[in-house]
């Protein structure tokens, strides 16, 4: 992927970005702070327990080993994620032990469209991501929506409610976006975390769910998945081999995946380049370690999901969020498709 970067992104950045690329070394000398030597402390933007909780804890079981150093949690979730955000960048210490673990794809979709205290990237800098997870629509085994051309029928009749973690989601475009091509009538309604999400539409209180995939996996044949909001479904075999929507539906709705990615302040970025190089290179070692794959998978996300992304990638992500964000904003802030 070819990056590149506005004048007011470089100013920013000041050079410090382009120090996480593994060809620029940097002098002896700045590496040697002996850095970490104390825990990082992790802060999520969301509920302990939920799937960021999950695979962040996968995931640092691994890097622990290539940092050398522990990690210690606290929880912020409120506001999809605007609390958590605004508490790392005003409360929480610019200086590299201090990181975001979020999800690149809603976070930025809820910077666009919420009022929140803070600037990207001038606050905070994602500097790696760990997975691509693709947005679905599933409903519970027992409905009698078999397909999702079957709900975009009904919906054509009533309005089709559909559970949402949070509104600010890429599934929550792809529902409104579906919605706005087909005619179909839709409500999204938001439950405030992914668990009371999912057991709304198991237990025929809403008529769905719009989410990511990898959290729903584990549901077995209590979910019956309707589509995929991608080019391709990746795990068709855990998918009951549902269509990606543009395939069954002749749409031209883009992809919505989200990516599970670390944050850092965009000050530390400039005044600690040499730790922040180590924590974007240790990130990166933990891919090629045998042992993530096992770790990643009792998590719940299915390998071929896991993918790394360096903070170039990390930063188009963002940016094409925020993009989509405004694209779809009177959608967004609007309660009916």
């Known amino acids: 992927m070819t990056i590149t ?43 302990e327990g939920g ?26 979730p409120g506001a999809s994620g605007q609390v958590g955000y605004e508490v790392f960048v005003s409360k929480r210490e610019p200086d590299a032990y201090n990181i975001l673990f979020g999800n690149i794809g809603p976070e930025m979709i809820m910077y666009a469209t919420q009022k929140v205290k803070y600037k990207y990237p001038e606050d905070f800098t994602y ?23 079957d709900l975009v029928e ?25 919605a706005e091509a087909t005619g179909m009538k839709v409500r999204m309604i938001p439950y405030g975390g992914g668990g009371p ?11 769905g769910c719009a989410t990511f995939l990898s959290s729903s996996l584990g549901l077995g044949d209590q979910a019956r998945f309707l589509t995929v909001f991608n080019e391709t479904n990746r795990t068709p075999e855990l998918t009951n081999n549902a269509p990606p929507v543009n395939q069954a539906l002749g749409t031209k709705i883009p992809p919505l995946s989200g990516q599970r990615a ?3 302040h965009t000050k530390a970025v400039e005044a600690y380049p040499d730790r922040v190089k180590k924590l ?54 609007a309660s009916k498709g």
Request: contains cysteine; glycine residues 8%; proline residues 5%.
């Open 127 to 149: 500097i790696g991501s760990m997975d691509v997870d693709d947005s679905v629509i599933w409903v519970a085994g027992n409905s009698k929506f078999k397909t999702i051309g």
């Open 5 to 47: 970067f506005d004048r007011r992104q470089i100013l920013v950045g000041a050079g410090a970005l382009a120090a996480l690329g593994p060809s620029l070394a940097l002098p002896r000398a700045q590496a040697a702070d002996g850095f970490p030597t104390k825990n990082m402390q992790v802060l999520i933007p969301t509920g």
């Open 197 to 207: 999400a999912r057991s709304a539409a198991i237990t025929g209180e809403v008529d």
């Open 280 to 333: 974007s290179d240790t990130f990166q070692q933990v891919f090629a370690d045998p042992e993530y794959k096992t770790v990643a998978e009792k998590a719940g996300t299915p390998w071929e999901f896991i993918q790394y992304g360096d903070a170039a990638s990390c930063q188009e992500s963002a940016k094409e969020f925020v993009e989509l964000a405004e694209r779809f904003r009177p959608l967004l802030t």
């Open 262 to 264: 670390i944050a850092i």
């Open 154 to 178: 009904e919906g054509k009749k009533r309005e089709i409610t559909l559970s949402t973690s949070r509104l600010p989601h890429p599934s929550t475009i792809g529902a409104l976006a579906l």
């Open 51 to 76: 799937g960021v909780d999950q695979a962040a804890r996968a995931f640092n079981r691994i890097w622990a080993k290539y940092l050398g150093a522990n990690f210690e949690y606290s929880y912020f």
